[in-house]
Structure formats: C-alpha cells, structure tokens
C-alpha cells in the first residue's frame, strides 16, 4: 500500500485560491493513479479530480471543471490540487486517494486502495 498525507487546507474568502498537496510514501507512486475526494457535513465523499498514473490524462467533476487543476509530480512523488475561484460551496474536508494500476482514475470512492487524513478547506462569503 501507500501511504498518503494531505496538507494545504485552510481558511479562504470567496474568490480566493488554496492549492492542496498529497505526498505519498511506500510503493512505486507511478503505479497509482490519483484523485481528490472531498465531503461535507452530512454529505457522501465525492469525486473532484482524478489523473491518471503518468499525468497525460486529467478528469474533473462538473462542479469544479474550469476552477480546479490537478497535477502530480512522480519524482517526487506528490500529487496537487489547485483550486481557484473558490465558493463557500467547495466547504469540505478534501481527501486524496490511490487506486493501484488502474488505467484511470475512477470516480467511485470504494475503488480506491489508499487514502488521506483529509484536509479542511472552510471558504467563507
């Protein structure tokens, strides 16, 4: 398995930016293919982004397509979130995940092998 830690989570004003990192440890972090989750108070963990395991291919849900980027670094084996033009709506607590070898990065959260702690993104009005 491998082993993820989030971090970059934060308090922001709408309109305003964070930009999450997941670092990873243990297996070879090219054999994963990744993807940030997040969920809200009362709410399902839900798909955001997803890439695939050499970062050729990026996948977004609707709600953030257009605002948020994912990318990842292998050599160092980091995967990030850029998130712009923040709404109070994008609240949650955000988490990263790993689905080992999968061709691309599935968006139900019971396909994953690995997650985060999660990391809290509180945007206020």
């Known amino acids: 398995q491998v082993q993820l830690v989030e971090s970059g989570g934060g308090l922001v004003q709408a309109g305003g930016s964070l930009r999450l990192s997941c670092a990873a440890s243990?297996?070879?972090?090219?054999?994963?293919?990744m993807a940030w989750f997040r969920q809200a108070p009362g709410k399902e963990r839900e798909f955001q982004a997803g890439?695939?395991?050499?970062?050729?291919?990026?996948y977004y849900a609707d709600s953030v397509k257009g605002r948020f980027t994912i990318s990842r670094d292998n050599a160092k084996n980091t995967v990030f979130l850029q998130m712009n033009s923040l709404k109070p709506e994008d609240t949650a607590v955000y988490y990263c995940?790993?689905?080992?070898?999968?061709?691309?990065?599935?968006?139900?959260?019971?396909?994953?092998?690995?997650w985060g702690q999660g990391t809290q993104v509180t945007v206020s009005s």
């Open positions: 995940a790993a689905d080992y070898l999968s061709s691309w990065p599935r968006a139900r959260a019971n396909e994953y092998d690995s």
């Open positions: 243990g297996r070879t972090f090219s054999s994963y293919a």
């Open positions: 890439i695939t395991r050499s970062g050729g291919g990026t």
